[in-house]
């Protein structure tokens, strides 16, 4: 049977990939940017995540959906899906909607790459501008450096420290979260529930601040970064064959419409 190994990918091989997103992120690169970007990646994060929600309850989504749904935009797509799934309290709408909602996701990413730059450059924005916009926009990490590269490598260093100022938004946002959900729930014996905050999310800050110090050379940094996305799209997989077809198709119409909108 390949239950164990199937569950070891939804589970381990997904904390091993968000732990390792954080040695992408070096708080100095986000401060040289400056107050104004910064700015901006904290407020869409913000205006996406509590108006995604709610954008997805009004489409019909079970709320933990929309909130996986909408922290997947707001943040850093399939990582921030799948961090968020792992601290909600169990139910049966958690797997599928993290399935449903990566591969929306991979969607809607690709489809940004491809347009968002060609309409940077139709409004004559700089360089920057377009990074800034660019990483503030595009879901996945690895889209939105790949639509900075389409403008310029100048675009692209900017497009990357911006899209990391909102992976960096990923912790404090899954505690919120956590927290928000667990006040009502309850445990297998009736109790109220405790926030399920995860665990690794510490090894996540605890790279971010190694990385910060300039403790991981670039090349160890990059290779991590490679072994990040594999892990994550290794953990999608897993996920996807705990869900079953009806599963999806029972709930795509209200989760296309939430991510479209």
């Known amino acids: 049977t390949f239950r164990p190994g199937i569950t070891i990918g939804a589970k381990q091989v997904l904390q091993l990939g968000v732990i390792l997103l954080g040695a992408q992120i070096a708080l100095t690169d986000i401060l040289a940017l400056g107050w104004q970007p910064l700015l901006i990646a904290m407020l869409a994060v913000t205006v996406m995540l509590s108006g995604g929600w709610a954008i997805g309850r009004a489409c019909g989504l079970p709320s933990q959906h929309a909130v996986i749904s909408a922290g997947a935009v707001a943040i850093c797509g399939s990582a921030a899906a799948m961090a968020i799934c792992a601290a909600l309290p169990k139910s049966e709408h958690r797997h599928t909607a993290t399935v449903t909602t990566n591969m929306l996701v991979a969607i809607m990413s690709s489809a940004a790459m491809a347009v968002y730059p060609i309409a940077a450059?139709?409004?004559?924005?700089?360089?920057?501008?377009?990074g800034t916009v660019l990483g503030a926009s595009i879901?996945?990490?690895?889209?939105?450096?790949?639509?900075?590269?389409i403008v310029s490598q100048d675009a692209a260093q900017t497009a990357t420290v911006v899209k990391l100022m909102r992976v960096a938004c990923l912790v404090p946002a899954v505690v919120l979260i956590a927290l928000l959900f667990a006040r009502g729930a309850s445990d297998d014996d009736g109790a109220p529930a405790k926030p399920a905050i995860p665990l690794f999310l510490i090894g996540f800050v605890g790279l971010v601040v190694i990385n910060s110090l300039g403790l991981i050379p670039?090349?160890?940094?990059?290779?991590?970064?490679t072994v990040s996305q594999f892990a994550l799209v290794m953990s999608i997989v897993a996920l996807g064959a705990q869900t079953t077809p009806r599963d999806l198709f029972r709930t795509s119409a209200g989760a296309v419409s939430a991510m479209v909108l």
Do not use: E
Not at 125 to 130: E, N, R, S, V
Not at 141 to 146: P, R
């Open 218 to 225: 670039p090349a160890l940094a990059d290779m991590m970064g």
């Open 121 to 130: 450059t139709q409004f004559g924005l700089t360089d920057a501008q377009a």
């Open 139 to 149: 879901h996945n990490v690895a889209h939105a450096i790949g639509a900075g590269h």
